[in-house]
């Protein structure tokens, strides 16, 4: 009985065993299988796209769009390049492929292969659309040459209307130095004298009322980035001809028929206080850089000059140093706006700076109580 008993048990365990061998070797099968299916997904993912690259080009259009920089940017994707081919648009497999295509724009490239393959998607959305199985890249920038007309598009012609007797108008020129930085293609630069036959032209057919300004051909309208920018400049007429209406002051405005813009600045001291703040050191550059004015003069006067004392009384001015601004300065709006918060505007249109408080940890003067104000920190 206990000979039968110990049989039974050891069959028992010897199935137990043979059980779980052969679990364990499904589960390893399965995951054997399983390992086996992620490295041929990322075998798959990791293969290389086969494509053949058809490049299209003007050479005489020296400043087109480099199609190279862009055919290298293609290349750095997941693609095997088996072949390269390049034709002058004006030859006859150039043609054939432009007519084919119904390509606009050259230079361009085509790309032949497994274009529909999903790692190439993103890269395809964005930058050309399939034609017959084939990629065509249409993402070219001006300068290009337009297939259909025959003609170079984008290179733009800046005019620049100018005033040769104000030296202290605004130089516009750096703007148009931007413009090429962003990648604008100013093919020429004129210059023409507002008051000439044909500045005043120019000026009567788009009804320029401040000068300097300057005008970018219709070409300028193929730069979407640009462009989109230039609502902070000016207007765009029918003729799609951009023109630059907000000058910055100075500048001289033909409906008054005077230059605008020019202002003289008064920096009012006292001598004795020797360790009052300087004006000129302090406030000049909130003036100039802060606000964009232009200081047509700067004058010094001291409080205990004829000049000096006539100014306190005329203004009724208690707290020195200050400064004060001529009349133009009321043109620039952005200082204007502020003013009412540290200073005031007097009847005679000058602008005299009183709040000497909102210069923090400065050292001033009240006249009324012939006393120094210094900054709290330093009290005694």
Known sequence: MNKEKIITKTNI????????????ILFSTKTFIGFNKKVATLKEANKPVNVKITKITDSSCSNCFNIDNAISTFKKLNVKVEEENSFEFNSNEGKELIDKFQIKKIPTYIVTGDVSNKK?????DVNGEIKDDNFIFTKVLPVYKDTTSNLEMGNVTATLITDPDCTK?????????????????????KEIAWNTTEGQKI??????TKIPSFIFSSDFDLYDNAKSTWSNFGSVEKDKTYITRNTPLPYRDLNKGRILGLV??????????QECYDPEAVQKPIVTSGYGVYLNSETKIDISSLRGKDLIKKYKITKIP????????DQYVNLKNVWKSVGKIEFDGWYVFT????????????LSTNTIVRPVQEQK
């Open 203 to 208: 000026i009567r057919q788009y009804k320029i």
């Open 322 to 329: 200050t400064i004060i601004l001529s009349p133009e300065v």
């Open 13 to 24: 365990i010897l199935g137990v065993i043979v059980i779980s061998s052969l679990v364990g």
């Open 120 to 124: 190439l998607n993103n890269f395809i």
């Open 264 to 273: 003289d600045i008064i920096y009012l001291t006292d001598s004795t206080c």
């Open 169 to 189: 108008c605004t130089n516009l020129k750096p703007i148009i130095e931007e413009f090429k930085k962003a990648n604008v293609k100013i093919k020429e630069l």
């Open 355 to 366: 709040e000497l408080n909102q210069l923090n940890n400065l050292t001033y003067k009240d």
